[in-house]
């Protein structure tokens, strides 16, 4: 599992809270990537970091945000939950550059 | 931006049977192209991946093929059986620095007994 963990697996909340996930890595991996996954979109890029402090957009970022303050842990952030962010979320890591991606075990979140 | 499309987006065949799933992307530049299996409820899981110096990957029973000049690669499961149903997706990105993967919309495989 390449050592990755996300908090909380579930969560059920209402539109207009802010929310934080967690992604919580071991093994000390430069790259993470939080995705979203939706039926028949696929898995999206919302944002990604390429090291401490160093953080990026992907295709579906607006709504969110995120930070990495250690290695181990990227959090994303949805400042005022709505209900279009329903959706399974998974973090991802690449050891290094060229290296294999891989995925934590995801995170249900429904917004009502 | 990269655009990946997949399919099909279903598919059923009789065990023993092959399959295969097709992919096509934008970009030409990118150069890195790996196929992840989805179980129900589970994580991505990555299965093969293709680099573009490279025109065929094969492991086991699981290829891919890759054609540049087209930007299409191609995933094939030769003798399948039951356990390789699944939700199967493609991505493509450039496989230098951050790894920003563009995912097909995914193909649902069903292996019949």
């Known amino acids: 599992d390449a050592g990755i963990t996300q908090s909380p697996r579930h969560k059920v909340t209402e539109t207009g809270t802010p929310v934080t996930l967690r992604c919580h890595q071991t093994?000390?991996?430069?790259?993470m990537y939080w995705y979203r996954q939706d039926p028949g979109h696929g898995l999206r890029l919302i944002h990604y970091?390429?090291?401490?402090?160093?953080?990026d957009k992907g295709e579906v970022s607006d709504g969110y945000s995120v930070s990495r303050s250690k290695t181990e842990d990227f959090l994303l952030t949805l400042e005022s939950a709505t209900s279009s962010q329903t959706s399974v979320y998974f973090c991802a890591i690449t050891a290094s550059s060229g290296g294999e991606q891989f995925f934590g075990p995801g995170t249900r979140l429904t917004v009502l | 931006g990269e655009n990946v499309e997949q399919h099909p987006s279903t598919l059923s065949v009789q065990e023993g049977d092959s399959a295969v799933i097709k992919c096509t992307y934008s970009?030409?530049?990118?150069?890195?192209f790996p196929w992840y299996k989805q179980e129900l409820g589970k994580r991505p899981q990555l299965i093969i991946d293709?680099?573009?110096?490279?025109g065929e990957k094969k492991d086991q029973r699981i290829a891919v093929t890759l054609n540049k000049t087209a930007k299409h690669f191609s995933l094939h499961i030769t003798e399948t059986q039951p356990e390789d149903s699944a939700v199967y997706f493609c991505a493509a990105s450039l496989i230098q620095g951050a790894q920003k993967l563009v995912f097909g919309q995914g193909t649902r495989l069903t292996i019949n007994p």
């Open positions: 970091s390429y090291g401490v402090k160093d953080t």
């Open positions: 970009d030409s530049a990118s150069n890195y």
């Open positions: 293709i680099r573009s110096n490279v």
């Open positions: 093994e000390n991996h430069r790259y």
